[in-house]
Nanobody, 118 residues
């Protein structure tokens, strides 16, 4: 059974930093496409960052490029999202997702709330 467990969300002031973690069980993070999505109230879920290939290539949305970085720790089977220079518009529930490269994300975590105050 595949489970994704996010942690690290919270309340932070604008300009601050947070690091989200996603611990995977039942699936090896280095063998699957791992991604971070976010959804703010009244908005559609959007892809924030992802590993796009087995070689470790990554994608970061334009809105977070240069501020957020996706990484993974294969020894801990964990994916991280380092978020720096946070803005109020980054406030959302952040979800970890997993799927096959080139396929759909079929496993999702429960989400972790990130709130950035101005």
């Amino acid at each position: 059974q595949v489970q994704l467990a996010e942690s690290g969300g919270g309340l932070v002031q604008a300009g601050g930093s947070l690091r989200l973690s996603c611990v995977a069980s039942g699936r090896t993070v280095s063998s699957y496409a791992m991604a971070w999505f976010r959804q703010a109230p009244g908005k559609e879920r959007e892809l924030v960052a992802a590993f796009t290939g087995s070689t470790g290539s990554t994608y970061h949305a334009k809105s977070v490029k240069g501020r957020f970085t996706i990484s993974r720790d294969n020894t801990k089977n964990t994916v991280h999202l380092q978020m720096n220079s946070l803005k109020p518009e980054d406030s959302a529930v952040y979800y970890c997702a997993s799927g096959r490269y080139g396929g759909v994300y079929d496993k999702w975590g429960q989400g972790t709330q990130v709130t950035v105050s101005s």
